[in-house]
Nanobody, 115 residues
Framework: QVQLVESGGGLVQPGGSLRLSCAVS????????MGWYRQALGNQRELVAA???????NYADSVKGRFTISRDNAKNTVYLQMNSLKSDDTAVYYC?????????WGPGTQVTVSS
């Protein structure tokens, strides 16, 4: 059974940076396209970044040019580098499969952008 554990969130000032990590276990990680999702209070969960098994990336317009997704197949880990953070980026961030999501989600990691 897949296990997803996100980490790296925190409180950061506008314009700051954070790097999120997601450790994945229980599956052959290297055969899945992966994504980072976020859910702000009162909003639906949305996909903000995705990476294919070959490393092709895609981003939501709201984060394009500021966020970078990457993966390390040797470590079964997917990362999200977030730069130039804005208050609108405040949310709980989750990783999961980029297309048909796994039924279980990790606990997520809270990112709060505030001065």
């Amino acid at each position: 059974q897949v296990q997803l554990v996100e980490s790296g969130g925190g409180l950061v000032q506008p314009g700051g940076s954070l790097r999120l990590s997601c450790a994945v276990s229980g599956i052959m990680f290297w055969i899945y396209d992966m994504g980072w999702y976020r859910q702000a209070l009162g909003n639906q969960r949305e996909l903000v970044a995705a990476i294919t098994v070959r490393g092709t990336t895609n981003y939501a317009d709201s984060v394009k040019g500021r966020f970078t997704i990457s993966r390390d197949n040797a470590k079964n880990t997917v990362y999200l580098q977030m730069n130039s953070l804005k208050s609108d980026d405040t949310a709980v961030y989750y990783c999961n499969r980029a297309t048909t999501v796994f039924p279980s989600w990790g606990p997520g990691t809270q990112v709060t952008v505030s001065s």
